[in-house]
């Protein structure tokens, strides 16, 4: 059974940084990618960054040069990084990891997620 599980989220002033980690156990697969997405209240799911097995990454442009997504494959169990930077208000938002089997990095079309963890940020 593939289970996701987040951690890293809380409560940051504007300007200040967060690291949300997300462990992904009961996977098997040489080829996938791990991805975060958020969603504010109100808003639709936001794909905000991915990375595939060969390292190569997508972020979005709202988030690009603030949010950095990195993995460790090394372990058992994958666990994906993203390291925010500079945060905004707007930025704001449950965020959710994703994982699923995939040939090239992308940013839609995940089987698996994660609960979610909660990032808020005060201005």
């Known amino acids: 059974q593939v289970r996701l599980v987040e951690s890293g989220g809380g409560s940051v002033q504007a300007g200040g940084s967060l690291k949300l980690s997300c462990e992904v156990s009961g996977y098997v697969s040489s080829r996938n990618c791990l991805a975060w997405f958020r969603q504010a209240p109100g808003k639709e799911r936001e794909g905000v960054a991915a990375i595939d097995s060969d390292g190569r990454t997508m972020v979005a442009d709202s988030v690009k040069g603030r949010f950095t997504i990195s993995a460790d494959t090394a372990k058992s169990n994958s666990t994906s990084y993203l390291q925010m930077n500079s945060l905004k208000p707007e930025d704001t938002a449950m965020y959710f990891c994703?994982?699923?089997?995939?040939?090239?990095?992308?940013?839609?079309?995940?089987?698996?997620w994660g609960q979610g963890t909660q990032v808020t940020v005060s201005s």
């Open positions: 994703a994982a699923d089997i995939c040939s090239t990095v992308r940013l839609y079309e995940y089987d698996y």
